[in-house]
C-alpha cells in the first residue's frame, strides 16, 4: 500500500493540487487505512521527498511552500481518525530547532504521540532556551523531542542540552532529537549530548517507549565543572552539504 499510494500522493502533491491530495486520503480513510498509516507510510515520507527535493534545488520554493501546507492541511484531517490509547502515564514535550519554518514533522509527532497515550506538550519553535527550561522544571516531562531540519538550528540545540543539564532542574528526562538534519548526519544526535535519537516519528515512539529513565552525571561537590569544547563540528559540515 505504502509505494502505491506514497507515488499517487506524490504527482499532485507537487503540482500542489489540493483536491486530489485531499481525495487520494479520503478515500484511504474511508477504506478503513489506519490514520497511523497514513502518516507513516505517505505524509512523512512525502514530507522527507519534499526536503530532499528542495534542497537539491529539484524543485522551487513556492513548490516546496505549496506541498508543505497541503501536508500540514492534511495531517489535520488525518488526526482526527487516530485512534487514542489507554493513558501512559508518561509525559513528553515537542519542540522545533530555531529557524525552523515549518512544525510539520514535529506537528506529526506530537499526533502519534498523542495516539498512543502519551501526555502531549507542543510547544512548537521560536522558544528561548530560559523558557524551555523553565518549561522542562514546570512539566518534568520523561522526554524533551527536539525536530529539525535544518543545520544552523544545530548549535543552538546544543547550547540548550547544555543548559538543561549543567542547570539539573530534572536530570532523568531524556532528550530525544529527530528530523532531516540528524538523518543526513550519522552521529551528529550524539555529538551535541541528546540522549536519544530516531529517523522517524513511528521509531520516536518506540525508542521513547523503551528507554529507561536517564541517569544523572554524578558531580563531587567543589570540583570544576567540565568545559565543552565549541569547535567547528565535521559531522555537522557533512549535514549543510
Known sequence: MRSRLLDRYLEPLLQGNRGACRELIRTAIESETPGHKLYEDVLWPAMERVEKLYR?????MVTEHMATRINRALADQIQQSLPSASPKGRRILIMCAP???EELGAQMCADLFESDGWGVYFVGGG???DEVL???GQLRP???LVFGTEPHGVPQIR???DLIRDVGSHPTMNIMVSGGVYTRADGLWSEINADLYAPTA???IKVANEAKPRIPEVRIPGAPKKRRRRRRSPVLA????
Open 56 to 60: 537539491s534545488d529539484e524543485i522551487s
Open 202 to 204: 513511528k521509531k520516536a
Open 99 to 101: 529557524g525552523e519554518s
Open 127 to 129: 522558544v528561548p532556551n
Open 238 to 241: 557533512a549535514a549543510e552539504s
Open 134 to 136: 523553565s518549561l522542562v
Open 142 to 144: 520523561d522526554v524533551l
Open 159 to 161: 547550547e540548550m542540552i
